[in-house]
Structures are given as structure tokens and as C-alpha cells.
């Protein structure tokens, strides 16, 4: 069983930063694939960024250059940096990883740009 548990949601306001972290815990290889989604009041979920098992990323264009993931293996984490942050970032963030066959998501986190 592996559990996913997201922290570093809040409210920001317009051009600030937050870090989201995503730990993995239990039955999980150290280098695993993550990915990013987010869902916005009214809207469908987004996948916004991915970070592969072997450490590439792809993000999505709108948050190209604002956002960048990392990883710290060791301590089986997840990391998505985001930076000039708009109210279109609002959403909840969550993280999600496919091990041995099954999916698995993190809590969900908040994240609100406003001023």
C-alpha cells in the first residue's frame, strides 16, 4: 500500500510563490513518476506537470517557466515549485502516481492567488 500525503497549499497573493510537496509512503520504489493536477472550481481536472521516474519533466504551457518540479529520492518527495502565481492558479493541487499497477492520490491541497 502506498500513501500519498500533499503539503504547502495557502493563499498567496498575485506574483508570490508557494512550494507543494508530495510524500510517498510504504510499498514504493524511491525513483517513481509523479504527476500534478489541479482542479478549479467548475472546471475539469488538469494535468499540469509531470516529473518521470528518471527525473524529466513536462509541464503544461500555462505554467511553462512559472513552475518546476523536483524530486528528493531519499526522502521519497515530490516538489512543485510555483512562482508568479495568478488567481488562474487557484485550484486544488493533487499529486498522483501509478506503482505496480495502481493508482494512487495525495489528499489534495488548496492553493488560492488573490489580493
Known amino acids: 500500500q502506498v500513501q500519498l500525503v500533499e503539503s504547502g497549499g495557502g493563499l498567496v497573493q498575485p506574483g508570490g510563490s508557494l512550494r507543494l510537496s508530495c510524500a510517498a509512503s510504504?510499498?514504493?520504489?524511491?525513483?517513481?513518476?509523479m504527476a500534478w493536477y489541479r482542479q478549479a472550481p467548475g472546471k475539469q481536472r488538469e494535468l499540469v506537470a509531470v516529473i518521470s521516474s528518471g527525473g524529466s519533466t513536462n509541464y503544461v504551457d500555462s505554467v511553462k517557466g512559472r513552475f518546476t518540479l523536483s524530486r528528493d529520492n531519499t526522502k521519497n518527495t515530490r516538489y512543485l515549485q510555483m512562482n508568479s502565481l495568478t488567481p488562474e492558479d487557484t485550484a486544488v493541487y493533487s499529486c498522483?502516481?501509478?506503482?505496480?499497477?495502481?493508482?494512487?492520490w495525495g489528499q489534495g491541497t488548496q492553493v488560492t492567488v488573490s489580493s
Open positions: 510504504g510499498d514504493i520504489a524511491n525513483a517513481f513518476a
Open positions: 498522483h502516481t501509478v506503482f505496480l499497477g495502481s493508482a494512487y
